[in-house]
């Protein structure tokens, strides 16, 4: 089923961020989204990160489908299982077959995105048991519900079979849940009312073009006949934002109450994230086809290579990050009228960490300044270990919308 | 005559299935679009008012992306082609747009 979805989109333009279906979307890489559950597995375990990160894709899918199926006006499980599937290979996700009743059923699932990418990224070096696609399962899990007009929990899901282990395909066990489930999350409405006032930083002129042109091409990326989108040298997903929000919230209050011993180690690894999404989404972009064609092929100028990496997190909905102070080679000032995690916190818990800004602050530092960009930039995961050890950069996070502040902030120096 | 120059991996190739090549100064881009076109490529990216243009090649579902104003050529190996199938047939592709008979650039055509 092929459905026109622009009608339920909607974008907050004074503070780059998009909604669909009522829900908050951001585009990422599969570089960061592998790093990104993997983070969830190295606090909890692999076993509870898998159930923490499912239960995430399905409190944020409940809310992006039950919105989705108001707007088309849906009345049929057929139909709205179908608008499901449309959905999640439109996001690039991969492809799902939903056969499923109101107590649940089997999903079978080709080319989703964790495990797909997993295999391509890790596949020729790694072994792994666990399956990879918690994602699609909580997606399946609120398909179904939303399908069957059931209240959120009524149903859980599991993925029983997936190709990272050498199976030829993915499969998931939708079943009878524990209910009452609270899923929370941030409304496009409730984005309206709380978001501070927007603010505009240096070299606006410069910015704004590339996004326009950006967002342009992004609004013509869908899921091949796969479900997946590759661009930019990565494989794509527009995501659910509130799918990591939950993640990162829920997985911090088990750590707190639980194994307060890896807080530490958890912040740190979400920080990293917001570097590897710099380092390999930016960067990728930067160095692809599709971005000379738009924008021109990097000159290496520190000054433009920052410009191009926030004219990005605008495109992909991180929100509108403004450059306040730039030193080349020594420091670098971001402001901005929150991003897709700090609104969270605003709106749903404050205490909700965050990593995206201030570790993608330091990401595009690397990228200004420690990749050669002529003739050609060499973005690659040797490159991204070699300059991590190197850590020539350091960050400190001044202020903070979650936490009432009219803006988030950091500042970046040399170590 | 050569149109390209040789054959590397590209940034963010996974598993051997991106590749890049250059096409000489003095080639239009334009040309080659037009000559994979008459060969039957489709143009499946629709971005060409983005100045990139995406076409697959009939049966190997093999793409080249050419970026019109620097002349970048990509070449995408179908996610289906087995592993151990994509090196040589990203060198075949190479090989067959590399001695496509193309258009010189009008500065070219010019002796500029």
Redesign the interface.
Known sequence: MKFDVSKARELLADHQMDFLGGAPVVIHCHHFNLFWDQTMDDALGMERGIEVRTQAAHKASHTLLRGLIDSFDKSTPIERLGVAAAIFSAMGHGKLHLAVGRSGGLVRGDSLHYGFGWR??Y??TLRRSAAADAFAAGFSTAATEVAYDLAPGSLRALEERCIVDGSTGCEIRVSAGDGGLDIGGVGVEAAKRSLPATFDGLHEERIVPIVA?LR??LG?VAGDE?G?I?A???LVTQHLADYYNHCANDTMAIAVAEKPGVVDAYRALLYESGIACAFHTFG?VL????W???V??PSGDSLEILLGCLAQARALGFGKWTLEEYEPGSRLVLSSPGSYETLFGRVCAPSTPAGIFPGAAVGMMRLAHEVDWQP?????NALYLRLAQKNTWSVVETSNIASGAAMDRVVVTRT | MTNLSKLVRDVGCRRDLLWRCDLGSGVDPTSMVEALSQQGFADVGHTRRFGLVVLEEPGSGHRAVVVLRTGRVQLRMDASCPHADRVPEARRLHGALDHLNLAPTSAARSGG
Do not use: H, L, Q
């Open positions: 391509e990224k596949g020729a042109g342009d091409f013509g796969r997946v590759e930019f040298g990565v990728g160095s692809s086809p599709e000379e064609a738009m021109g092929a050609r930039a060499n973005i690659s």
